[in-house]
């Protein structure tokens, strides 16, 4: 089994900056695709960014794209989300997902993933 732990979240102001850490554990050993998903009160899980177990590949939604940043370090188990020029509407809980796959390419569709982090609040208000 995986485990994923993120961390990272908080309150910032607009324009400002954050960066999120997915930290994995369990059964490392394997290939794993990673996710980053928010949801907002009231709104539908959104899928943002997700890179590839090589770390060759990634993908961003429109909605961050120049904005953020994903990347991943597989000695230290732990996929990145630099998020900067925050918005107000970037608030949201963040979650981290993994899926067991050696794809070259990623995909940010919730269903894919099978394993998932508790999530961190992030919330951008001034």
């Known amino acids: 089994q995986l485990q994923l732990v993120e961390s990272g979240g908080g309150l910032v102001q607009p324009g400002g900056s954050l960066r999120l850490s997915c930290a994995a554990s369990g059964f490392t050993s394997g290939y794993y695709a990673i996710a980053w998903f928010r949801q907002a009160p009231g709104k539908e899980r959104e899928g943002i960014s997700c890179?590839?177990?090589?770390?060759?590949?990634?993908n961003y939604a429109d909605s961050v794209k120049g904005r953020f940043t994903i990347s991943r370090d597989n000695a230290k188990n732990t996929v990145y989300l630099q998020m900067n020029s925050l918005k107000p509407e970037d608030t949201a809980i963040y979650y981290c997902a993994a899926v067991s796959t050696r794809a070259t390419v990623c995909v940010m569709t919730h269903f894919r993933y099978n394993y998932w982090g508790q999530g961190t609040q992030v919330t951008v208000s001034s």
């Open positions: 890179i590839s177990s090589s770390g060759g590949s990634t």
